[in-house]
């Protein structure tokens, strides 16, 4: 059989002195796992198609339930990523969590165009990157089927004129009136948030993907958008990511700053 898709390289193994495993995102096929042949040859026809991060068109058959790589013609390589410390550990921070909760022999269209959409603004530095984790953590854990309640308060269903907080856990929006009657929750795990940061995480969720990157939020309120999406995909995925990990350690993160947790009075 063999199958022309478009793609994008997400992970890379070396395997013996010339050849190469890689992990494609593919729109149709979900995730595959080729063997690129010889693409470690300096001389290779496929050796920039297998690059961390390349997106290209590529025609793969498969050989008794393996794949291997034929041809391809490049379609971006992304290379600016390659060129910034804080790029490239974002990047591969996407890309585990890609791999993480994608799968292969399905449909990933929504999830290819995200990823390839923030690979876009993250190589031509067009938006933070902050802003770029907030909009893929929140859209990626919406496309996989975890979209918080997100409309009003969970029980009064108000949105304005009321002190509203994310519960990180059950994923959704409280005033403070009915979070008491809850009984609260543990301090770290929920954040007064504002009306219009309730509007960004709507709009991170929910929005058409061809204006999903078309709104701005400032550096405050952010940060605190940040450490929401952070904590809700370590959260209800149950997996933590040594490459968010060195994303935070090496660019010095601390997105507790000026968060407003949850306290009874």
């Known amino acids: 059989m063999l199958i022309t898709t478009d793609g994008t390289v ?16 593919t729109p149709d096929y979900g995730l595959i796992e080729v063997s690129a042949r010889g693409a470690k040859k300096y001389t290779a026809k496929n050796g920039g198609a297998v690059q961390l991060f390349s997106a290209a068109k590529y025609c793969i058959s498969e050989r008794n339930g393996r794949y291997y790589l034929d041809s391809s013609e490049i379609i971006c390589l992304f290379y600016d990523i390659r060129t910034s410390v804080e790029k490239l550990a974002l990047a591969s921070y996407f890309a585990d969590v890609i791999r993480y909760s994608a799968t292969q ?30 909009v893929f953590e929140m859209r990626m854990a919406s496309e996989i089927g975890l979209l918080p309640e997100l409309i009003g308060c969970a029980d009064c269903y108000r949105y304005e004129g009321v002190r509203l907080y994310f519960d ?35 709009f991170a969720c929910l929005a058409q993907m061809d204006r999903l990157f078309n709104f701005r939020v400032a550096d405050k309120a952010l940060n605190v958008l940040c450490y929401i999406s952070e904590n809700y995909l370590i959260r209800h995925f149950d997996h933590r990511f040594k490459t968010l990990d060195f994303y935070n350690t090496t660019m010095g993160i601390d997105h507790t700053r000026g968060i407003y947790f949850y306290e009874d009075e």
């Open 10 to 25: 997400i992970s890379r193994r070396e395997v013996g002195d010339n050849d190469v495993f890689v992990t494609i995102l």
């Open 105 to 134: 022999g399905q449909t990933a269209r929504n999830i290819y165009r995200l990823y390839m959409n923030t690979l876009h603004f993250l190589a031509n530095g067009q938006r933070s990157c902050d802003f770029l984790k907030f």
């Open 168 to 202: 990180i856990p059950q994923g959704k929006v409280f005033c403070r009136e009915h979070l008491k009657r809850r009984g609260g929750a543990p301090y770290a795990d929920v954040i007064e948030i504002s009306s219009g940061q309730l509007e960004a995480l709507q």
